[in-house]
């Protein structure tokens, strides 16, 4: 038996339907044994029926159970009346959880609320820096960032709050959502899976829940995150710390405690406090200087950690060295702010730090307070305090080290008064010498021995010193290299060059000051100068091949040059390759 195609059976539909409207047809088709049962098919065709239009439906259904060897259609026609009659009666089974098809109506809000009214129709609730309230029908999703989500009405979807608490007392299609906030049911909740980080579940014996529950607690049963939504709403959206509203007492009590952290360090280390407010105070232009640059070296210095293996056992430490000194430079700042404010005292002797320190607490509190000006000086006097912490401990390396340089030469025990007095006067005579041969002699007279032709010889530079000692270690010559990195930059984006060829004129750049300065600006600020082995004067040979070697110690997870560490010579990977070795200038010696 051959099968009778469906499209026939839709045109004997058809036709039938064209004649009698509203007639019921049979049509029996013999199958195969093992033909599968006929899906339902649905068509739908305008007609005037009456003066008012109405749709009528056609719907070809197989029998459940039909004779052996065949299948039953049923082709049936009913009008829209008839449909929404026989919908209506399903609706009083299942709850509604959709609008009419093609709705693309939303409510949204931005820093206030969205509402849906009851019996209103909407594709989705969406508030952001508000909360959002749906009693209608929602197709779509109900949502709420840094508020709360309440649902009565259907939702086709979900319904979620971010930093706020959901609430859903109807149908909710698929998930329902709280992070740091809580989650409550209902008796009228049937919801699929439910969600809860931060926050915890309430549920009402009544309620159905389809799905799988989460509940990720981060601290234990504490309420949810009800106590961070003041701040945020009174603090975070407006750019400050505090704020004098409900709800933000935690707030101020944190405030309390780190202010006593500040007065206790302020008692404990009166003269620390001291000498890194005089550096702000003596040196304000190279304080703020070293500022942004520990600002914007933090990051890159703990990325070079955590790319290497050995460096990843230092980032705790490092991490932990900073929170102290970050600690001790907020006490510096409050301390010089107080400074400003009170007078001086009448024996000349400074203020204690103490007192400072609470005079410059209340300047600062007063702030904090401000609307978008709060985080911008919370974070500067952040910047500004480890600024100043790290440019002090800069001053006391650099005054240690003038203090161990070995003194000037003295004549030994024994030696006659008049031959140290010569000895003493030579440094002076070579100067003299030398300033009087760069001068145009008046007339060409002959030197009258060779005595005064060596004394009248310019004296030739001291060599710099290639000790052990006098070797630049890792983070000095990090510090400066992120200097000419910052500078190259720069000027890389002043010319609109691609950022991708950075480190290609970088080298180029550190090849040429080596070989016309021996150092780059940055090194020249720290104090550094890259030197031969040989002693000899670096040449464009010399330049290049440490130029390229740098790509090498680079590739390799900055191996080569974190190898200055380890190196008995204090050497990277490309001064080995280049014969060089980097080296602290003396204190008043020239780098241009």
């Given amino acids: 038996m051959k099968k009778t195609p469906l499209f026939l059976l839709a045109t004997l539909a058809l036709s039938g339907l064209l004649a009698h409207p509203r007639a019921v047809y049979a049509a029996d088709a013999a199958v195969t044994d093992n033909a599968a049962q006929t899906a339902p098919v649905v068509a739908e065709k305008p007609a005037a029926v009456e003066k008012k239009a109405h749709k009528i439906k056609i719907v070809i259904t197989a029998d459940d159970k039909p004779a052996p060897g065949k299948t039953k259609v049923t082709v049936s026609t009913k009008t829209e ?35 849906l009214a009851a019996g209103g129709h909407a594709q989705s609730v969406v508030s952001v820096l508000g909360s959002s309230t749906s009693a209608g029908q929602v197709d779509d999703a109900v949502v709420s960032v840094v508020g709360n989500t309440r649902v009565t009405g259907p939702v086709g979807d979900s319904a979620v709050a971010v930093l706020g608490n959901t609430y859903v007392d109807s149908h909710v299609g698929n998930t329902v959502v709280a992070v740091m906030g809580n989650v409550e049911l209902g008796p009228h909740a049937d919801v699929g899976d439910v969600v809860a980080v931060g926050g915890e579940l309430i549920r009402d014996p009544a309620a159905v829940v389809r799905g799988e529950v989460q509940n990720v607690a981060f601290f234990g049963k504490m309420g949810g995150f009800e106590w961070l939504h003041p701040w945020i709403h009174h603090c975070l959206l407006l750019g400050r710390p505090l704020a004098f509203a409900p709800g933000l007492g935690w707030a101020w009590t944190l405030a309390a405690v780190f202010l006593g952290l500040y007065l206790l360090i302020a008692l404990l280390f009166p003269k620390g406090v001291n000498q890194c407010v005089q550096t702000i105070e003596k040196h304000p232009g190279r304080t703020v200087l070293a500022s942004i640059f520990t600002f914007i070296g933090k990051p890159i210095v703990f990325l070079l950690l955590f790319v290497t293996v050995i460096g990843v056992v230092l980032v705790p430490f490092l991490a932990f060295a900073l929170f102290l000194a970050g600690l001790f430079g907020k006490a510096v700042v409050l301390a010089w702010i107080g400074r400003r404010l009170l007078p001086a005292r009448d024996d000349g002797q400074e203020l204690h730090p103490v007192l400072a320190v609470l005079a410059g607490s209340v300047i600062a509190l007063l702030l904090y307070v401000v609307p978008f000006i709060g985080f911008m000086a919370y974070k500067m006097f952040d910047i500004l305090g480890l600024g100043a912490v790290v440019y002090t401990l800069i001053l006391a390396v650099r005054a240690n080290r003038a203090a161990k340089a070995p003194p000037a030469s003295t004549p030994p025990a024994g030696t006659p008064p008049h031959a140290a007095m010569a000895a003493a006067a030579a440094p002076a005579a ?34 710099i010193s290639l000790e052990i000692s006098n070797r630049a270690g890792f983070w000095i010559r990090m510090a400066a290299l992120l200097l000419d990195l910052i500078l190259v930059g720069i000027v890389l984006s002043m010319v609109h060059v691609p950022h991708h060829t950075l480190l290609l004129f970088l080298a180029a750049y550190g090849a040429v000051m080596w070989k016309l300065r021996g150092t780059t600006i940055g090194g020249s600020i720290c104090g550094l100068r890259v030197v031969r082995l040989d002693g000899r004067a670096i040449d464009w040979p010399t330049a290049i091949a440490r130029a390229l070697g740098a790509f090498l110690s680079m590739v390799v997870a900055g191996l080569g040059f974190i190898w200055v560490v380890f190196d008995s010579e204090r050497q990277s990977w490309h001064d080995k390759i280049a014969g060089t070795v980097v080296v602290h200038v003396p204190r008043g010696t020239s780098l241009v």
């Fill in 430 to 463: 070579v100067a003299t010498a030398t300033a009087e041969s760069f001068a145009e002699p008046a007339a060409a007279v002959p030197p009258p021995g060779p005595a005064a032709a060596a004394a009248a010889a310019p004296a030739a530079p001291a060599p």
């Fill in 81 to 115: 009346q008839d449909a929404d009659e026989e919908s209506d009666g399903d609706k009083a089974d299942a709850p509604a959880t959709s609008g009419p098809a093609g709705s693309d109506k939303a409510v949204v809000g931005i820093g206030h609320d969205s509402m």
